[in-house]
C-alpha cells in the first residue's frame, strides 16, 4: 500500500471550473500536509500547506484536511489553463512522502 | 531573496561512473533534502541533511551518500552509476519547518 495515494488523473476541467484534486495517506502519525503544482519538466512549487483540521482558503485555493479519515483534498476555484500541471500531495512524519501526483488540465 | 539553487543542471555520465551534485539551500535555511524522480514516477525521498548531519535517509542502497558543508550547501554523490539512476534529482531547503522549498533540479542521464 502507498503511504501517500492520488488519483493519477488525468483530471480535466473546462475553465472557470472548480478542480477538486484528492490524497489519502496511511500514516497516521502525520502532522502536516502539503499540495505542490509541477509543470511539466519543472520543479515542484508549494502552493498551499495545512496542519489542523478543516478548511485553509488561499486566494483560488482552498487546502482541507480530515485526520479521522486521512484525507487531504485541493480545491482550485475559477480554473486556469495556467494551472494545468501535476498537482502533488505531500504528508510529514520525520521526512516528507509524496504522491504521484493528480495531472490537471484546464480547458480553455 | 535567493531560492534554492543547484548544479549542473544536466549530467551525462555513462554506466559504473560516479556523479556528484551540488545543492545551495536558500539563505537561512539549515535543512537540505534530496529526491529522485524517474521520469513519470513521483518523488522518492533520497537523503535529508541538517546542521552538517544526516538526519534521515531512504530505501537506496549505500552507493547513493552525501554531505552537508558548514555553510549549508550539500552535494549527492551517485557511485557505481546505474541505467535506472537516469531521473530528475531534486533538492529542498527548510530551517525549523517542515515546509521545503525546491530548486530546479539535476537532470542526469545515464548512458
Redesign the interface.
Known amino acids: 500500500q502507498k503511504e501517500v495515494e492520488q488519483n493519477s488523473g488525468p483530471l480535466s476541467v473546462p475553465e472557470g471550473a472548480i478542480a477538486s484534486l484528492n490524497c489519502t495517506y496511511s500514516d497516521r502519525g502525520s502532522?502536516?500536509f502539503?499540495w505542490?503544482r509541477q509543470y511539466s519538466g519543472?520543479?515542484?512549487?508549494?502552493i498551499m500547506?495545512i496542519y489542523s483540521n478543516g478548511d485553509k482558503e488561499d486566494g483560488r485555493f482552498t487546502a482541507q484536511l480530515n485526520k479521522a479519515s486521512q484525507y487531504v483534498s485541493l480545491l482550485i476555484r475559477d480554473s486556469q489553463p495556467s494551472d494545468s500541471a501535476t498537482y502533488?500531495c505531500a504528508a510529514?512524519n520525520?521526512?516528507?512522502?509524496?504522491?504521484?501526483?493528480t495531472r490537471l488540465t484546464v480547458k480553455p | 531573496e535567493a531560492g534554492v539553487t543547484q548544479s549542473p543542471t544536466h549530467l551525462i555520465k555513462t554506466r559504473g561512473q560516479q556523479a556528484t551534485l551540488r545543492c545551495s539551500p536558500i539563505s537561512g535555511h539549515t535543512s537540505v533534502?534530496w529526491?529522485q524522480q524517474a521520469l513519470g514516477?513521483?518523488?522518492q525521498?533520497l537523503l535529508?541533511y541538517d546542521e552538517g548531519e544526516e538526519r534521515?535517509r531512504?530505501n537506496f542502497p549505500p552507493r547513493f551518500s552525501g554531505r552537508q558543508f558548514p555553510n549549508y550547501s550539500s552535494e549527492l554523490n551517485v557511485n557505481a552509476l546505474e541505467l535506472e539512476d537516469s531521473a530528475?534529482y531534486?533538492c529542498a531547503s527548510g530551517h525549523n519547518t517542515?515546509?521545503?522549498?525546491?530548486?530546479?533540479?539535476t537532470r542526469l542521464t545515464v548512458l
Open positions: 502532522q502536516s502539503f505542490y519543472k520543479s515542484p512549487e508549494l500547506s502533488l510529514h520525520n521526512d516528507m512522502r509524496f504522491g504521484a501526483g | 533534502y529526491y514516477l513521483g518523488l525521498f535529508w534521515n531512504g530528475l531534486l517542515d515546509t521545503q522549498y525546491f530548486g530546479p533540479g
